[in-house]
């Protein structure tokens, strides 16, 4: 069944080889934590299971964007073994993820960074853009360059995950709460409207992908407010 999947996000995916090998080992240290205690069978695997692998992960001091990963990695595997009929529920679908170190860009303090998400937004492309790349920021930790070169295509609504591209293009499967992925499918049906469809993400008005000093404006801008 891993390795369905392997080739699944392998060839159809066409996620790239280091995250492919990601979720190969991600996948790989679990079946080792349960053969610990018995023989790995997916069909077999419960919610209480997955809950004491990630226990032991945080008792091993991993880092909680580490141990998010890992979770995004079992909660893909077993959609995608729904998806096929291998399985008859998703024992992963239950586990939270972990809370992280919030990134603030540009030194927004936390209190101002809630302030800020709690004013209300104006209904134009512009707006909600602009209150998407603040938030995005605030739940990820994305860095701009990043947030910049994001497509579409890197936006999995399905997995909720975002797919990014950090130096020397290394790749990364970053997870998103459900708050953020509305966020985004808002954002998405108001640029359908606007601008149309996009290979980037962030676009200004004319379609044009946006670039980083414009992307400073609008962070210093809402610092400002």
């Known amino acids: 069944m891993i390795d369905l999947f392997i080739q699944h996000i392998q060839y159809e995916k066409k996620y790239s080889f280091h995250t492919v090998l990601s979720y190969k080992k991600d996948l790989q240290e679990f079946v080792e934590f349960v053969e610990n205690a018995r023989e790995f069978n997916p069909a077999e695997i419960d919610t209480k299971t997955i809950r004491l692998w990630v226990v032991?992960?945080?008792?091993?001091?991993f880092a909680a964007s580490s141990v998010n990963r890992k979770i995004s990695t079992l909660k893909s595997f077993y959609k995608f073994l729904l998806q096929k009929r291998l399985v008859e529920s998703n024992p992963a679908k239950g586990i939270k993820a972990l809370k992280e170190n919030k990134k603030l860009p540009l030194f927004f303090k936390e209190t101002e960074m809630q302030s800020l998400l709690k004013e209300p937004v104006n209904l134009d492309f512009e707006s909600v853009r602009n209150r998407l790349i603040i938030t995005m920021f605030y739940e990820t930790g994305i860095r701009l360059s990043e947030l910049i070169e994001l497509k579409e295509v890197d936006v999995d609504l399905y997995e909720k995950t975002i797919r990014v591209f950090g130096k020397r293009k290394k790749?990364?499967?970053?997870?998103?709460?459900?708050k953020l992925l509305k966020d985004i499918v808002f954002y998405l049906e108001r640029k359908k409207e606007k601008v149309g469809e996009t290979t980037f993400l962030y676009v200004r008005k004319n379609g044009e992908k946006m670039y980083p000093k414009m992307v400073y404006q609008i962070v210093n801008s809402s610092m400002s407010n």
Not at 56 to 61: A, G, Q, R
Request: glycine share 8%; aromatic share 0%.
């Open 56 to 61: 032991s992960l945080v008792e091993k001091e």
């Open 171 to 178: 790749e990364r499967i970053i997870p998103i709460g459900n």
